[in-house]
Nanobody, 116 residues
Framework: QVQLVESGGGLVQAGGSLRLSCAASGSSSSIVTMAWHRQAPGKQRELVASITSVASTNYADSVKGRFTISTDNAKNTVFLQMNSVKPEDTAVYYC??????????WGQGTQVAVSS
């Protein structure tokens, strides 16, 4: 079992920055990939960025060049640095991970609101 707890959401003005954090506990050594997804009102949940255990990253086209995903040295915490945010970045952001045995885990979500 892995538990994921997000923090760092809030209200930010367009053009500003925000940093999300997600702390993994439990069987965190079994994690293969960690990622951030988001879901805006009335829209499907979408992948924002992902990072593997060997630090390979992937980004949605809409956030490339603005968002950066990273982990701490212990790889127990994943961060999402959000720069030059836009109103369309407003969503609930969810932390996600999967493990070597193919199990998926989600955090409870953190709200990000960008004002124009």
């Amino acid at each position: 079992q892995v538990q994921l707890v997000e923090s760092g959401g809030g209200l930010v003005q367009a053009g500003g920055s925000l940093r999300l954090s997600c702390a993994a506990s439990g069987s965190s050594s079994s994690i293969v990939t960690m990622a951030w997804h988001r879901q805006a009102p009335g829209k499907q949940r979408e992948l924002v960025a992902s990072i593997t255990s060997v630090a390979s990253t992937n980004y949605a086209d809409s956030v490339k060049g603005r968002f950066t995903i990273s982990t701490d040295n212990a790889k127990n915490t994943v961060f999402l640095q959000m720069n030059s945010v836009k109103p369309e970045d407003t969503a609930v952001y969810y932390c996600y991970c999967n493990t070597w045995i193919g199990r998926d885990y989600w955090g409870q979500g953190t709200q990000v609101a960008v004002s124009s």
